[in-house]
């Protein structure tokens, strides 16, 4: 069994380079059985970076989108700045 195991990517924050980031997590994650989103995927806790909870479910859509691995989409496990999608 393969696992990817990442953390804090803290997307949204303006300096995230996440479409580049993104692209080379995909390629990476899908030789992967399962891949584990360590906390801080998002940046939702600092509101001054212009963070909603709309825009965080949608970066956490795409991430889930482009992260997926063998055998299925990532799991989140949610940290201290990801409280706005912790439901």
Do not use: Q, W
């Not at 300096?15 to 994650?29: E, G, K, M, Q, Y």
């Not at 970066?59 to 055998?71: F, K, P, Q, W, Y």
């Amino acid at each position: 069994m393969r696992y990817l195991i990442i953390s804090d990517l803290h997307l949204g924050h303006r300096s995230t380079r996440f479409p580049r980031a993104l692209a080379n997590l995909a390629r990476v994650a899908e030789r992967c059985d399962r891949v584990i989103v360590n906390g801080d995927a998002l940046n939702t806790f600092d509101r001054r970076e212009g963070e909603t909870v709309e825009r965080a479910r949608e970066h956490l859509a795409v991430l889930s989108a482009g992260l997926a691995a063998r055998e299925g989409a990532p799991c989140f496990v949610t940290g201290n700045h990801d409280p706005l999608i912790s439901e």
